[in-house]
């Protein structure tokens, strides 16, 4: 999350929680079965307050221009929970993190019937190799859990500490340790982890609080924050696949950067800090250049950001002030507003489908 650990958050939702009197948007989704609910559009993951489980799931669609929400609850009759984080889409399934209920969901793609859920300690991310290989990092624990869907069951892999953001690259899952909340261990770590043995075997250090890594061209890109507390400079590092040496990083110029969502497109860095979607050049001599592309008023904060290969664009949610119903921006390459979409409390996730 963009500037905000968990226990911070949950201060945050105390403090407003007697504020919060808003009422659901009016435009549900009562899908009465149909499969063809969900088709073309973007679903957004709306997290909610912490510790509320007013937290939901919307559906923007492309073809009528109208947004759903609620999906999951309408289509199941059940709450969702406290927070959902995360979702992720495999072929006609959709998997969704619940954190603060410790619960993994499985639901159809098209009418979000649940398929099957999991109880998990704080899921967070999610990567999807295949049905019997879905891996879910976890906020609280140091462990990869692994979901088998085909057999409705998982295990767990030991990482040494917990986990964010966590991809697969050549065989090998590299996951960021951002958080030492609960473990009390250095959280300035991307941990290295053979899924053939189910066994961590090595590490590389970073910046403090990883935050997004990305994989181009043979390396990987990892974007750290410096820390909640500014502990360091923000810095992108550019790391070898083949030693997992460090061949370059560039730092960011200010102590109060806390950059987020680094998302790299042709030669060029794109990534969330100081309420803006900023992007950064790097010249012949290694000079890292930082630019403003889109920016928001001061009643808006910029929370996720993701590309869309598809739609060739950039999403980005705003939760404004997290106690009102939030936006979805539809941003094009040159930083240009296309489409704004009402969600509902602190929309995170973006999912095109």
């Not at 911070?8 to 919060?20: D, E, K, P, T, V």
């Not at 991809?167 to 473990?183: D, H, Q, R, T």
């Amino acid at each position: 999350m963009k500037k905000l650990n968990l226990f911070i958050f949950l201060i945050f939702a105390l403090i407003f929680i007697s504020c919060n009197n808003d009422e659901p948007n009016e435009t549900t989704a009562d899908n009465n079965n149909d499969n063809s609910l969900i088709k073309d559009g973007i679903l957004i993951v709306n997290e909610g307050l912490f510790g509320q489980g007013n937290g939901e799931i919307s559906y923007y669609d492309y073809a009528s221009q109208t947004v759903m929400h609620q999906i999951f609850y309408y289509s199941n009759k059940k709450l969702i929970g406290d927070t959902p984080y995360r979702l992720a889409i495999s072929n006609d399934a959709a998997v969704i993190t619940v954190n603060n209920s410790n619960k993994v969901y499985m639901v159809n793609l098209h009418n979000f019937l649940l398929l099957s859920e999991y109880d998990i300690p704080s899921p967070r991310e999610i990567f999807i190799r295949d049905l019997r290989h879905i891996y879910i990092s976890s906020l609280s624990e140091p462990y990869l859990y692994v979901i088998n869907a085909i057999d409705k069951n998982f295990s767990k892999i030991y990482c040494d500490r917990p986990l964010e953001q966590i991809i697969e690259v050549n065989s090998k899952i590299y996951g960021l340790a951002w958080s030492s909340y609960y473990s009390g261990k250095a959280n300035k770590f991307v941990m290295v982890i053979d899924p053939a043995q189910n066994l961590l075997i090595d590490s590389i250090l970073v910046g403090i609080e990883p935050q997004t890594i990305v994989n181009k061209d043979n390396y990987l890109w990892v974007l750290t924050t410096g820390g909640y507390m500014h502990e360091e400079n923000a810095k992108i590092s550019k790391i070898s696949l083949n030693n997992y040496q460090i061949e370059h990083s560039w730092t960011f110029p200010n102590n109060n950067d806390y950059p987020s969502y680094l998302i790299i497109k042709n030669s060029k860095m794109y990534f969330l800090n100081n309420n803006a979607i900023q992007c950064a050049t790097i010249d012949d001599q290694n000079i890292l250049t930082i630019s403003t592309l889109f920016t928001v008023s001061s009643g808006s904060s910029l929370y996720y950001l993701m590309w869309d290969n598809d739609a060739n664009c950039f999403w980005v949610s705003d939760v404004k002030d997290y106690m009102h119903n939030g936006s979805v921006y539809k941003i094009s390459e040159s930083g240009q507003l296309l489409l704004t979409v009402e969600a509902e409390l602190v929309p995170g996730m973006i999912c095109p489908i």
